[in-house]
């Protein structure tokens, strides 16, 4: 543990004695005299490090009484550029060292400060003996940084494990190097040839182990991950000099030089490839991200140039001279403002244009989103999911699993074969830990070895399917045939796949428990509606029969009250029938057809038949008489027609009117009561809501109304009326009655 | 007779070792009171060698040939305003007539007495700037009259007047000689350093003396770092102060033995044996670290309790053999120096190769008596599990890689080896092996600077039997030789008995510029050498000889000139005078210069002969004591890799294989085999146990590796301490060394089992 918190703490201080080291450097460079010109580094011992091409730098090595011209305005340009040249060097280390929990972030760190020593110290063209003690320290630890390196790249090496302190051992023995070079600096000049060759050489060696060491990833590790980090540190460290060197090697064709110039640059350089490599996702998509940034690229420079032409024409002057920096901000201001605009819109083009694959991806998705529109079936939502990621990227196998309280099971796969067991979720599962997908083709030898289920059925990408309401299962996608691994915006369409499918999962499964509510909830009503609409005839009845021991001196009464009762008594037989019949009829066929005329005076009746009273006016539009009503609608006018009498004072109306307007018939019921304040009208609709609950109001009546509106594709509109009371309307769609 | 007896015996009778070893060392320490520092040429190359012999001969019948110069400006100091006013000059006298009087001083020659040709009523006169103890009244003309004077300018006075120097021609080459020559200036000149006059002394009389002096009192200083650093190894090893202590108290018995032999023996302590010390310290502790790390891991690995005596004898019976072997191979390869025509290695050879031999038997018999008296320290964990994993994975790599690490180690083998064959070079820059701080170094840029020179080359023209220089057509011939010389690239001057001629017939015109040549006629000539003689014998004793029938030429060489442009120069030089000089005449090629070639050439056959027959007696010793001819051969990889690697290295980057440097070969031969006679020892005993190629060797790196790696740690702090010598050609060797050294260990971890597994390889694949 110590040894750990250790390491930790030298980490945590390692950019400061990174930057340190540097500034050590630059500050030289302001305070110290110039000794010799920038890019030559004279040390105190007569020799010099210097820029491979800057031979006069030898020539002024060996005359030192040559005086450097010096200035505070030389200065300032030396310090400039001393600053830039380690800003260079140390920006891509750092932000790799902050940003990333990668091992080889320390190393890299490492070797870039001492890197940046030097070219500062080279840059600077100072001599002070602070300034080349730093130098000297730099360069014996730059090599075994390389070292260092080497022991975490393209993996961490296995004696890591064991010995976690082995790549102290590459500093440890720069120790005495540093020694002799103390030596070299003071009195024994003799030696720093063969020390600085001999450092040369080890961080070459470091280099060439790094290097083979990729070559031997590629040839031979079973981690793709490793295998494109290994060839992009390989390709970076090997090819990227070539460049500078072949520029140089047209200008002078001195091979000692060349190969100076290879190694320098390819040390300054090699920073890229590793930062590359160390950024996961470019590793398979490198050349996509080329071509995108080169999309960009071309958007952002056509949308300047026609604003640049744009701003030059109101301006009347295209060219940018030293007077124009108002249009040059107005122009960078518009840029920006107008790119942001048109980026969703003509962006996505551009970058279809030169990704085409981004293109088949986008139409194929919304393929799939079609497929799923009104999918109502879960297994076709998964098996439609499946299809698309098989025909998008020709894996060899993909597969749905979900859990239960029982575990895994496989709910759909194509070409998965017979290897897909529970136990691989079960590993995919602990593959993915908290994150939502992953690409196995990510994962180093060592995870690899721990997912040996995962290994033998060639899985590359897991991702969770999720909804709003949870965990649904693992979608598994196998490798494909050729090995080549998924590119980042192909593992990002399974993402989007997956999200989508997740998403219609739940839809699906919201819809089923609708409908399990919704009988729940009709039962409820029928139990409802019994007690609402046969409580009234059950009222009539109880009290007839209370009556009939008054009527038996009456005998013409007491057979009339015989009949009502028996009347009563049929009514709510039939009414229990009849809501049978609706309730059975909701998940059956609709209820049938009748002339709307018909339908609404029969409401009128059992509603005159429960009040006991004629206050209502109908009246009917001859547009209605063709028309015609479902025979349940007599049930919603009739609770709307109770509410408005049970509203209304017994002096006053309740008028009934019936009439087509275009393809709807509308009935609309108002009263001359109190009405409904406006903050409850929004409610008056919900089953259960009613401003009569003393009175025995259940708050069902409007709502199964509304619900029997709905059902038949109309509604019910409640509002005040506009001088008094509540209109209430219902719009049905019109039914024309059968011409024959 | 088993070869362990050593020890046994040793632990059976202990009083009785330590008598003999008490009595032994009684008897040479006196010794070491005789040790005696010595300098100079004659005692690196030898007081028989035919360039030795050659200068005496020249410096005997001359006088000349051997300057030292003393320098001195008014620049820096407050005594003097000129190099050539008064105080100056009464300086200038009272050094010479101070050194006039020093035995090993011929001539002493400057601003104060040195004759000045000016021209008088009758001919010409020969005048000093101090007359009779007096400032000459016309110091003034006389003053401009040398700033003109051939005889002066460069050698007395620089060319702008701001340097003066005296001149003194050392008797001999003899170190006794330069030492009494440099007692007398420091005597002298210690007054007027004291007034603030600072004085830069050129010459190789005195650069030898100083350097040798300040590499004799470096060493003397290295020896207690190298005590401690081994001493701080060996506590690493073995952690154990005690073992430490008593390893570096046998080492220290070996040291006393050695240099008193030494003494004994009469031979000088010169710049190669300085080095010595610090080699019997770190050479012969090794034997030490594998005898005790044995030991140490045989008291941890045992189930039951082993006594201290028992472990030490079972860790000798282990190690003494492949001990041997490993003092045998060191002892011959230094052995093979006494092949050298160079006296100093020689003796180095043959005293190094016997204080190896002495740390063996004292590491097998001293070293495990004082181990017995000790309590032992406690038990630890013997390799550790980290070592072990280290050698484990390491074997597990190169089983997998042995292709690889052959391939690319001989790729190394060609590119060094063409860097070792065509880029190395072999050279004695003296003024770089001293070091920049060197006060001969620094004084031989002042005069540099100043264009003033004091390394010749001396030629010595001998006419026939009746021959004589004042016959006509000899100073005609010498004058084109001198002409013709002039014109050689390093060349600064040539002065010759002409020089003089040349300014007689000058003066006698009235100092006529237009007469500054020979006279028209051989008969004019001879006038003018007997008025020379007439006024100033003393002038031409340093040019001709005594029966007139030799002459000097003195060749001035620019100091900084490397070898190889001095050979060039030579070449030439021999060449232009042949077609000069008629073919009957003699010629013989001396001083400083001539001298430096040929302890360049002695220097590099010195190598050639060291490091083949090293080599081959390393790897006869090798096939005795293997009695395999593929194991031997592998066992000597470790060594012929890093040699080339170095030799090759030094070559790509320019550096030259200089008086130091050319030992590297043979000792990293002798000491590099160490690493795998030990791995390969294990390794044959596992094989003869039974055990696979495979299994064999990751056990014998297991069990080697960590003193192989602890070992080489050792040496190589041990060779590193050398950096604080004096001398930056020892500080090269010891940082060039100690890099071998490194590179020995690894190419014995990684190449040996590499060889190895690839030959176990290709034999299964035959038998297949």
Redesign the interface.
């Known amino acids: 543990v110590s040894g750990h918190e250790t390491t930790e703490r030298i980490r945590r201080r390692l950019p400061l004695a990174v930057l340190l080291l540097v500034a050590i450097v630059l500050v030289d460079v302001v305070f110290s005299k110039r000794a010799s010109m920038p890019g030559c580094w004279l040390m105190p011992n007569r020799y010099a490090l210097h820029i491979p091409f800057l031979d006069a730098c030898a020539e002024h090595a060996a005359n030192t009484a040559a005086a450097a011209p010096d200035s505070i305005a030389l200065r300032a340009r030396d310090f400039v550029r001393a600053t830039s040249g380690a800003a260079l060097l140390l920006f891509v280390p750092l932000v790799l060292f902050v940003r990333t929990t990668t091992a080889a972030a320390s190393p890299l760190l490492i070797f870039y400060g001492c890197l940046a020593t030097l070219v500062s110290g080279v840059l600077g063209g100072r001599s002070s003996w602070i300034a080349s003690y730093a130098g000297l320290v730099a360069l014996c630890i730059a090599p075994a940084a390389l070292f260092h390196l080497s022991f975490v790249l393209p993996k961490r090496r296995g004696i890591l494990e064991l010995i976690p302190q082995i790549t102290r051992v590459p500093y440890l023995c720069a120790a005495p190097l540093f020694v002799v070079g103390l030596y070299a600096l003071d009195s024994k000049p003799l030696l720093w040839t063969p020390l600085v060759s001999l450092l040369g050489a080890i961080a070459a060696s470091g280099w060439a182990i790094l290097m083979l060491s990729c070559w031997y990833a590629i040839r031979e590790s079973r981690s793709r991950f490793e295998r494109a980090r290994a060839r992009f540190v390989l390709c970076g460290g090997v090819l990227l000099p070539v460049a500078p060197t072949a520029l140089h090697g047209v200008v002078a064709l001195d091979v000692s030089r060349v190969i100076a110039v290879y190694f320098w640059s390819g040390a300054v350089l090699l920073q890229l490839s590793i930062a590359l490599a160390i950024a996961r996702h470019n590793l398979f998509d490198i050349a996509t991200d080329v071509r995108l940034v080169l999309a960009r690229g071309i958007h952002v420079a056509f949308a300047s140039a026609v604003l640049i032409a744009v701003f030059g024409a109101m301006f009347g002057s295209i060219s940018f001279g030293p007077h124009h920096n108002a249009e040059i901000f107005l122009g960078a201001v518009a840029a920006a403002l107008v790119l942001t605009a048109l980026q969703p819109r003509y962006g996505a083009a551009l970058e279809s244009v030169f990704i085409p694959e981004l293109e088949r991806l986008r139409v194929r998705r919304l393929k799939f989103e079609r497929e799923l529109d009104g999918c109502a079936d879960a297994g076709i939502a998964v098996d439609c999911a499946l299809r698309c990621i098989r025909e998008v990227l020709d894996p060899r196998g993909v597969a749905v699993l979900s859990r239960d309280t029982r575990g895994f099971r496989v709910v759909a796969a194509l070409d998965a074969g017979d290897k897909l067991r529970p136990d691989v979720a079960e590993e995919a599962l602990r593959a993915l830990g908290d994150q939502d997908s992953r690409s196995l083709a990510l994962a180093s030898e060592a995870e690899l070895d721990a997912f040996p289920e995962l290994s033998e059925c060639d899985v590359e990408l897991i991702v969770r399917l999720r909804s709003l309401r949870g965990e649904l299962g693992l979608l598994l996608v196998g490798a494909r045939p050729n090995e080549s691994p998924y590119r980042g915006f192909e593992i990002a369409f399974v993402d989007a796949i997956a999200a989508q499918t997740g998403a219609v999962l739940a839809h699906i499964e919201l819809r089923q428990e609708l409908l399990r509510k919704e009988r729940a909830a009709t039962t409820g009503r029928i139990a409802i509606g019994i007690a609402h609409d046969m409580g009234k005839e059950l009222d009539w009845l109880s009290w007839l029969v209370a009556r009939l021991p008054e009527r038996l001196d009456q005998p013409g009464k007491l057979a009339r009250d015989i009949a009502l009762v028996g009347k009563f008594t049929k009514d709510v037989v039939e009414g229990l029938r009849g809501f049978i019949h609706d309730a059975l009829r909701e998940s059956a066929a609709p209820s049938p057809l009748c002339a709307a005329r018909e339908v609404i005076e029969l409401a009128v009746a059992r509603a005159v038949r429960l009040h006991g009273d004629d206050r209502i006016a109908l009246t009917f539009d001859d547009s209605i008489r063709a028309l015609r009503l479902h025979e349940d609608v007599q049930r919603a006018i009739l609770n709307l027609l109770d509410n408005a009498l049970r509203a209304s004072p017994l002096s006053s109306l309740v008028r009934l009117s019936a009439k087509r307007v275009d393809d709807q018939i509308e009935i609309a019921i108002e009263d001359r009561g109190n009405g409904i304040p406006d903050e409850l009208l929004a409610n008056v609709l919900e089953a259960g809501f009613t401003t009569r609950a003393a009175e025995g109001g259940t708050g069902v009546g409007l709502a199964v109304a509304s619900e029997i509106a709905a059902s038949h594709g109309g509604r019910v509109e409640i509002a005040p009326h506009p001088r008094a009371g509540t209109r209430a309307v219902i719009s049905l769609p019109v039914i024309e009655s059968d011409p024959l | 007779m088993q070869l362990y007896d050593l020890t046994r015996v040793s632990l059976a009778y202990p009083r009785t070792v330590f008598a003999l070893v008490a009595a032994i060392s009684l008897a040479l320490a006196p010794g070491l009171a005789k040790v005696r520092p010595a300098y100079g040429y004659r005692v690196l190359i030898g007081s028989e060698h035919p360039a030795i012999r050659a200068l005496t001969a020249m410096t005997d019948k001359f006088g000349g040939g051997l300057p030292v110069l003393v320098g001195w400006s008014c620049e820096d100091t407050n005594f003097c305003h000129n190099v050539l006013d008064e105080d100056s000059l009464r300086m200038a006298e009272a050094i010479t007539r101070s050194l006039e009087g020093t035995a090993g001083i011929r001539i002493v020659d400057g601003p104060a007495n040195s004759p000045i040709l000016v021209p008088a009523e009758d001919g010409f006169a020969v005048r000093t700037l101090i007359e009779d103890g007096r400032i000459a009244e016309d110091r003034a003309q006389l003053i401009e009259r040398v700033r003109g004077d051939p005889l002066w300018l460069g050698r007395l006075i620089s060319a702008d007047g701001r340097v003066a120097a005296i001149e003194l021609q050392a008797r001999d080459i003899e170190e006794a000689t330069s030492e009494e020559i440099v007692a007398a200036l420091e005597e002298t000149l210690a007054p007027y350093e004291a007034k603030g006059v600072r004085f830069h002394l050129m010459g190789d009389s005195v650069d030898t003396v100083v350097g040798g002096r300040a590499l004799a009192e470096s060493s003397a200083q290295l020896v207690p770092f190298i005590v401690i650093a081994i001493g701080l190894v060996l506590l690493l090893l073995s952690r154990s102060w005690q073992d430490s202590l008593i390893a570096v108290a046998t080492m220290g018995v070996a040291y006393l033995w050695t240099f008193g032999t030494l003494g004994w023996l009469g031979w000088p302590k010169d710049g190669i044996l300085e080095v010595l010390a610090p080699l019997i310290l770190v050479i012969g502790v090794c034997d030490s670290m594998h005898f005790l790390s044995r030991e140490s891991e045989l008291r941890s690995r045992e189930r039951i309790d082993l006594s201290r005596r028992d472990s030490i004898l079972l860790a000798a019976q282990s190690v003494i053999a492949p001990c041997l072997l490993t003092s045998l191979t060191t002892a011959a390869a230094f052995a093979s120096f006494t092949l050298s025509d160079l006296d100093t290695f020689v003796r180095f050879g043959s005293i190094a190769s016997y204080a190896v031999m002495l740390c063996f038997v004292l590491t097998f018999t001293l070293l495990p008596i004082l181990a017995s008296f000790l309590v032992p320290p406690p038990k630890h964990a013997g390799p550790t599990r980290?070592w072990s994993?280290?050698f484990k994975?390491l074997a597990t790599f190169l089983e997998q890689r042995e292709h690889?690490i052959l391939v690319v180690s001989a790729s190394v083998l060609v590119i060094f080896g063409y860097g070792w064959v065509v880029q190395l070079g072999y050279d004695t820059d003296w003024l770089?092996s001293w070091?920049?701080?060197s006060t001969a170094v620094q004084a031989t840029r002042f005069f540099s600077q100043n264009d003033m020179h004091s390394e010749t080359l001396e030629v010595e023209i001998d006419l026939p039997a009746d021959g004589e220089i004042l016959q006509p057509g000899v100073l005609e011939a010498i004058e084109n030789s001198e002409r013709s010389l002039s014109s050689i690239a390093y060349v600064r001057k040539v002065e010759s008995i002409l020089t003089l001629v040349r300014r007689v017939n000058r003066m006698l015109h009235g100092d006529d510029a237009a007469f500054d040549h020979l006279a028209s006629t051989a008969q004019g000539n001879a006038e003018l050498v007997e008025l020379i003689s007439l006024s100033k014998p003393d002038l031409l004793r340093t040019w001709i000889s005594f029966d007139n029938r030799s002459l000097r030429l003195s060749v001035t060489v620019e100091a900084e000139s490397s070898v190889e442009d001095t050979k060039q120069l030579i070449r030439s030089a021999i060449q232009r005078i042949s077609d000069s000089v008629p073919s009957t005449w003699g010629l013989l090629i001396s001083g400083e210069v001539a001298i430096q070639r040929d302890w360049v050439r002695d220097v590099q056959q010195t190598q050639f002969r060291s490091f083949p027959s090293s080599f081959v007696l390393v790897l006869g010793m090798l096939i005795a004591f293997f009695r395999s001819f593929a194991l031997a051969a592998a066992a000597t990889v470790p060594t012929l890799l890093p040699v080339v690697v170095t030799l090759g290295?030094?070559g790509?980057?320019?550096?030259s294989l200089d008086i130091s440097r050319t030992m590297i070969a043979a000792i990293v031969v002798g000491i590099g085999v160490d690493h795998s006679i030990h791995l390969l020892r294990n390794y044959q005993l596992r094989r003869r146990a039974g055990g696979s190629v495979e299994d064999a060797m990751r056990e014998a790196l297991i069990e080697t590796g960590r003193p192989i790696v602890i070992t080489t740690i050792a040496l190589?702090?041990g060779f590193?301490t050398l950096?604080?010598s004096a001398w930056?050609?020892i500080?090269?060797f010891g940082?060039?060394v100690?890099?071998s050294m490194v590179g020995a260990m690894l190419t014995t971890i990684f190449v040996v089992p590499a060889l190895i597994f690839f030959a176990a390889r290709i034999s299964k694949g035959a038998r297949r």
């Open positions: 980290s994993s280290l994975s690889f770089e070091g920049e701080k290295g030094m790509w980057i320019g550096m190589a702090l590193l950096l604080a930056q050609t500080s090269s940082f060039l100690a890099a």
